[in-house]
């Protein structure tokens, strides 16, 4: 079967590999045809880091733990791409329960079992199912994250699939929430639980190097009823999106002091803030810019060894500083109440729509937001 395959920097093409077939009665082979490009996946296709970043970490600047998640040498090439994918089942193992063949589901970016310590916690993307030899799991990341596939292939392997996948339900048009296996489902977890704690709370969001999961962020804020969410970026495009999707966009040139913006933003504070940018700048001055009791995300990739924050500030503002991975699996079926209403469309922010042939081309387009799609095998999906 085909599977689209990273070569190295700049170069992905479609390549041969054995189709994947069920190892375990767990287990589900599913057919994706939409799939997304995730913004952590710009991370590595412009880049060679196979000699630089053990580099930066022997030069003491890079958190060696880099190395435990991507692999030494890391992101290896050749290795399937893509984690971010909507689906049909069409294979389930004897003890798969949830979904059945023909259904269509979102499969989560991170492998999950649904038993263990950090599953029942809520945490699955560090499931710590005992067969594992990676610290995360994943698709689309090569052998530093457990070598299963990309997911921008004629089929993909879910090693469990009762706790990993998610039925679409009706009514949500499944092409454009093919992020939900990951940058959607991250962006809701910086401001969804936060605007339940605190309803119609004014928002500020850093875009950037996260670039569609800063807008799904806004645009999610203004889905679930934040009065005013601020939303800066130096990017013309993305703020126009910004716009689009409803919040108030504020533009920082490139080079302009975050500091800067003090004069424009709400004097009270934030009780949200989410950084996207990946600016350990951006994100201290998010804090510095919380309301008492509020709650600042960083979604971005930190890889620097010492980062500054300003933890006296967040002492006197009682702050919360929350980093971590995106547990896509938990926080995708709080998503679907908004597509379904129609607040939170994920249309707005998909700026590349393809044809599944084309994602060689298309997979190196430097777009906010890919999407990759074909025909389903049941056209009533
Ligand atoms: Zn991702
Ligand atoms: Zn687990």
């Given at each position: 079967m085909q599977q689209l395959t990273f070569l190295g920097k700049n170069s992905v093409a479609w390549q041969e590999v054995r189709e994947p077939v069920l190892q375990s009665e767990q287990e589900a082979i599913v057919r994706p045809f939409a799939a997304a490009r995730c913004d952590g996946d710009s991370f590595f296709l412009f880049h060679d880091y196979r000699k630089v970043m053990p580099l930066g970490v022997n030069l003491n600047y890079l958190d060696p733990k880099v190395l435990d998640v991507f692999g030494n040498p890391p992101l290896q090439p050749p290795f399937g791409v893509g984690h971010e994918a909507i689906g049909e089942v069409t294979e389930i193992g004897s003890a798969v329960k949830n979904v059945r063949r023909g259904d269509v589901v979102v499969v989560p970016w991170a492998i999950s079992c649904g038993h263990c310590n950090p599953c029942r916690r809520q945490l699955p993307a560090n499931c710590s199912r005992t067969d594992k030899k990676t610290l995360v799991s994943a698709y689309g990341f090569g052998a530093g994250m457990g070598d299963f596939g990309g997911m921008v292939s004629d089929k993909i392997r879910v090693p469990f699939a009762d706790a990993m996948l998610v039925k679409i339900p009706e009514g949500v048009n499944p092409i454009h929430c093919a992020s939900l296996s990951d940058n959607i489902s991250d962006a809701y977890r910086s401001v969804g639980p936060q605007l339940d704690k605190f309803p119609e709370a004014p928002v500020l969001v850093f875009g950037g190097n996260a670039k569609s999961i800063g807008l799904y962020a806004a645009a999610l804020a203004v889905a679930k009823g934040s009065t005013q969410v601020d939303y800066v970026d130096d990017n013309l495009e993305r703020l126009t999106i910004a716009a689009r999707v409803g919040a108030n966009p504020i533009e920082l040139r490139k080079?302009?002091?975050?500091?800067?913006?003090s004069g424009v933003l709400i004097k009270e504070g934030y009780p949200i803030v989410v950084d996207a940018s990946g600016s350990v700048t951006k994100l201290a001055f998010g804090i510095q810019n919380l309301a008492p009791g509020g709650t600042a995300t960083g979604v971005a990739?930190?890889?620097?060894k010492r980062n500054s924050l300003p933890l006296w500030e967040m002492y006197l503002r009682s702050a919360t500083l929350h980093v971590g991975i995106s547990h896509s699996r938990r926080d995708i079926p709080d998503v679907f109440p908004l597509i379904k209403s129609g607040k939170f469309k994920p249309e707005k922010i998909t700026t590349m729509l393809a044809d599944w042939s084309d994602a060689p081309e298309a997979y190196l387009e430097l777009s906010t937001k890919l999407i990759i799609h074909r025909q389903p095998l049941n056209n009533s999906n």
């Open positions: 080079k302009q002091k975050v500091s800067t913006l990739f930190y890889v620097k």
